[in-house]
Each structure stands twice: as C-alpha cells, then as structure tokens.
C-alpha cells in the first residue's frame, strides 16, 4: 500500500495538487507561469530557466533585470 503522498508523486510528479496559472509566452516562445523568474529588458521578458548562463550575462549587461511573473 502506498501513502498518498507517494501515489500523488508518481501521478503528477509533485506532493501537492494546485493549478498554475499561465501568465503567458516569452520572447522566445516559453510558457511562462505566474512566479516564475523572468528577465525583462523593454517590453520584452525571458523566462529566466531556459537561458543559458551566456544569454543570462548578454542580458545583464543591456540592462535586463529580474522579475517574477505575475
């Protein structure tokens, strides 16, 4: 017999049941999800996960900051 918290793992891949919601898709095309970290530059934003350390650094030095998706 498993615990639930065990069986809710395998099912959904996390302990615990909730809905996030999606904010929308990045410059790149990513789906973005409200409390995610984002870098935005303009009126452009990245998700912050799917940067490379490379992209991340080019960001920074145009002036790119940090910011959670809402």
């Given at each position: ?21 999606q904010v929308g898709t ?16 303009g009126n452009e934003y990245f998700l912050v996960e ?21």
């Amino acid at each position: 017999m498993d615990h639930p918290v065990v069986k809710q793992l395998n099912v959904i891949g996390y302990p615990w049941d909730f809905e996030r919601s999606q904010v929308g898709t990045d410059s790149l095309g990513n789906e973005v999800y409200e409390g995610e970290e984002i870098l935005v530059l303009g009126n452009e934003y990245f998700l912050v996960e799917e940067l490379s350390v490379d992209a991340i650094q080019i960001l920074e030095m145009l002036g790119a900051e940090y910011d959670e998706a809402k």
